[in-house]
């Protein structure tokens, strides 16, 4: 595998590892050609009555993103424009995996525990306006929304509300 396939992959482990841990199912749609990579659905609970779903783009990336409170990802247009979309049935949302850039520094595995390295950040775009960007938009995913097994009940919770992200 190339490195962007690796972070593909990369990605993909980390969205399995927090969705299994906070016991929610995940889909993957055939073709992507609506911006999902990923869906993610409750089964029908005392909590998750309306079996709420969420879709999501998935990036990954390794370059320096990081600012003091936000993570800046330049987003293709068509994503852009697919994400922000008011008029859906299914939330969507923006997920970036930030990685280290040594990939040897990407896990680590003892007796004991297995770490990866570093974590993921998400944003919901509902409603966003248009953009006159021809390629990509610079989108600020804010820090404190990491997708940790806690935000990812939370964020399910509100769309079972029939609120959005």
Request: proline share 4%; glycine share 4%; hydrophobic share 40%.
């Amino acid at each position: 595998m190339d490195i962007n396939q690796r972070k593909e992959k990369f990605g993909e482990a980390y969205l399995r590892a927090v969705a299994a841990v906070a016991g929610f199912t995940l889909y993957k749609p055939e073709v992507d050609d609506d911006s999902v990579d990923w869906g993610i659905a409750a089964r029908g609970t005392k909590l998750f009555r309306r079996r709420p779903r969420v879709e999501l783009q998935l990036k990954c990336t390794a370059t320096d993103v990081l600012r003091d409170e936000e993570l800046h990802y330049d987003l293709s247009v068509r994503n852009y424009e697919h994400l922000r979309e008011r008029r859906l049935l299914v939330p969507r949302i923006l997920v970036v995996v930030r990685l280290p850039t040594d990939i040897g520094h990407w896990l680590e595995q003892t007796e004991r525990e297995l770490a990866l390295r570093h974590c993921a950040y998400w944003v919901s775009l509902h409603g966003r306006e248009p953009t006159a960007n021809t390629r990509t938009v610079r989108i600020a995913l804010p820090r404190l929304q990491v997708l940790s097994v806690e935000e990812l009940r939370m964020l399910m919770a509100t769309i079972n509300l029939g609120d959005s992200p």
